[in-house]
């Protein structure tokens, strides 16, 4: 519980970080770009359902108009629910190049040295074998998530597949962020696994940590800087190892 503890409090070290001015732009440019997508599709979707509610009432005699104060707010709760689900994945792939940065940034401000090599220009030319690490890391997702699938309907069994199900994507959450501080250091998949191996309830405390901030209305829309920032963290203080194979104590 120790380790699974401190990997709950890295999550929350996060937030802390991302609070900073050093760090603040590499949120708030992705984030201000998310809040300018989703205005823009939630302008579009009003302006067509406000047209979609002329045509209907025009065919509707005037005593059934009191549909419209049903079914405005009707739109916006679906509107809202849209917004809910959906914030976090594409805030993710929004903002997936921001994150490299970002954790570049983490690690500065954590260790007061710069990377050797930092900057878009090494991001760029890592973007091959980025991608080839992202399909290990989907292949290792598959592998795993269809048999967990098939436990929900499982008589007896399904009973116990929804905890399942919860620990290993907070897992996965784990691996998906340690990715962008390791990267970094061209350590990419599956390193991240091998470098949580003996440390998993580490790893599952964090995961788990960021899955919650990402149910959570309105602190959802920081929770990938924070489990960013907070994965660094994890990085920079337990995970990074010295010459001599000893945890850094940085």
Wanted: charged share 15%.
């Amino acid at each position: 519980m120790k380790d699974f503890l401190a990997g709950f409090g890295f999550m929350l070290e996060g937030l802390r970080l991302i609070r900073k001015p050093v760090l603040r732009r590499f949120v708030i440019i992705p984030l201000l770009i998310n809040l300018l997508v989703f205005g823009g599709l939630i302008g579009v979707a009003w302006h067509y359902f406000e047209q979609l509610m002329d045509q209907l009432l025009g065919y509707l005699p005037d005593w059934l108009h009191w549909l419209q104060y049903v079914l405005w707010p009707l739109f916006a709760v679906s509107v809202g629910l849209v917004i809910f689900y959906t914030f976090s994945i594409t805030a993710n792939l929004i903002a997936a190049p921001f994150n490299g940065l970002l954790a570049e940034a983490v690690e500065k401000h954590l260790t007061g040295q710069p990377l050797p090599e930092s900057g878009w220009k090494r991001i760029l030319r890592e973007i091959v074998p980025a991608l080839l690490a992202e399909v290990k890391k989907i292949l290792y997702y598959l592998l795993r998530a269809i048999p967990i699938g098939i436990l929900f309907v499982i008589p007896g069994v399904n009973v116990a597949a929804p905890a399942v199900w919860t620990l290993f994507n907070g897992w996965m959450l784990s691996l998906e962020y340690l990715d962008y501080p390791m990267a970094n250091h061209h350590l990419l998949f599956p390193e991240p696994r091998r470098r949580l191996k003996t440390r998993r309830m580490l790893g599952l405390g964090f995961g788990l940590g960021s899955l919650l901030l990402t149910l959570v209305p309105v602190i959802n829309f920081v929770a990938m800087p924070a489990s960013v920032a907070g994965a660094t963290a994890l990085w920079v203080r337990r995970l990074r190892t010295a010459a001599d194979g000893k945890e850094s104590t940085e």
